[in-house]
T-cell receptor, first 112, second 111 residues
Framework: NAGVTQTPKFQVLKTGQSMTLQCAQD?????MSWYRQDPGMGLRLIHY???????DQGEVPNGYNVSRSTTEDFPLRLLSAAPSQTSVYFC???????????FGPGTRLTVL | GNSVTQMEGPVTLSEEAFLTINCTYT??????LFWYVQYPGEGLQLLLK?????DKGSNKGFEATYRKETTSFHLEKGSVQVSDSAVYFC??????????FGEGTQLTVNP
C-alpha cells in the first residue's frame, strides 16, 4: 500500500490564482481530512469527509472547497489564493470507528 | 472550549537524558488522546494513543498516561537518542474524528 499520497510537494502561486491540492489513499478508509500547519499553531482542520459524497467544515474552512466523489480521493481547492494561505497542508485518513489517523507527507504552498 | 496546550519549546537535551513534554487538554467527556511525531521534512506519524482514563500509551520507549483528574497526557522517555530529534504534537479527538492539536514542541537531542 502506498498509504496517503499528496501532490504536489511544493507549489508557488500568485495572489488570486486557483489550484487543487490532491490527496489519495489506497487503504479503503472512509474518513479523510485536510489540515494546515502554521508555525506556533499546530495543525488546524480545514474540511473533512466521513465517506464518499459527504463533506463538512472544520475549524478554518474559508477560502477552501472540497468534494468526495470517490472513497480514494479528497482534493482541496483554493478558489482565489491569498498570502494568508501560505502554509503546509496535510491530508489524513482513517477508518470510521478506528482511533488514530494516517497522514500524508504534506504540500508546502507559498502564495506571493 | 475544546483545546490542547503543550509545553512551549524548543527543548534541547543531551543524549540519554530524561524527557518530559507536558500536555493538558480541555474537553467535555473523555476524548481519545494522541502524541504525533514529525521528523524533519516529513508528515505526522502516530507515536502513541490512549482512549480512556488511566490508559497508558507506549511506543519506541515513549510513554504517556491519560490522567482524567489533571486532564493531562504528558509524554515521557527515560533515555532520549539523537534520532528522537523531531517536533512532537499532542492531540485530542473530538466528535466526528476531528483532531485538535497543541502547538507542537521542537526537541533537539545532542550527542
Amino acid at each position: 500500500n502506498a498509504g496517503v499520497t499528496q501532490t504536489p510537494k511544493f507549489q508557488v502561486l500568485k495572489t488570486g490564482q486557483s489550484m487543487t491540492l490532491q490527496c489519495a489513499q489506497d487503504m479503503n478508509h472512509e474518513y479523510m481530512s485536510w489540515y494546515r500547519q502554521d508555525p506556533g499553531m499546530g495543525l488546524r482542520l480545514i474540511h473533512y469527509s466521513v465517506g464518499a459524497g459527504i463533506t463538512d467544515q472544520g475549524e478554518v474552512p474559508n477560502g477552501y472547497n472540497v468534494s468526495r466523489s470517490t472513497t480514494e480521493d479528497f482534493p482541496l481547492r483554493l478558489l482565489s489564493a491569498a498570502p494568508s494561505q501560505t502554509s503546509v497542508y496535510f491530508c489524513a485518513s482513517k477508518n470510521n470507528g478506528h482511533v488514530g489517523q494516517f497522514f500524508g507527507p504534506g504540500t508546502r504552498l507559498t502564495v506571493l | 472550549g475544546n483545546s490542547v496546550t503543550q509545553m512551549e519549546g524548543p527543548v534541547t537535551l543531551s543524549e540519554e537524558a530524561f524527557l518530559t513534554i507536558n500536555c493538558t487538554y480541555t474537553a467535555t467527556g473523555y476524548p481519545s488522546l494522541f502524541w504525533y511525531v514529525q521528523y524533519p521534512g516529513e508528515g505526522l506519524q502516530l507515536l502513541l494513543k490512549a482512549t480512556k482514563a488511566d490508559d497508558k500509551g507506549s511506543n519506541k520507549g515513549f510513554e504517556a498516561t491519560y490522567r482524567k483528574e489533571t486532564t493531562s497526557f504528558h509524554l515521557e522517555k527515560g533515555s532520549v537518542q539523537v534520532s528522537d530529534s523531531a517536533v512532537y504534537f499532542c492531540a485530542r479527538e473530538t466528535s466526528g474524528s476531528r483532531l485538535t492539536f497543541g502547538e507542537g514542541t521542537q526537541l533537539t537531542v545532542n550527542p
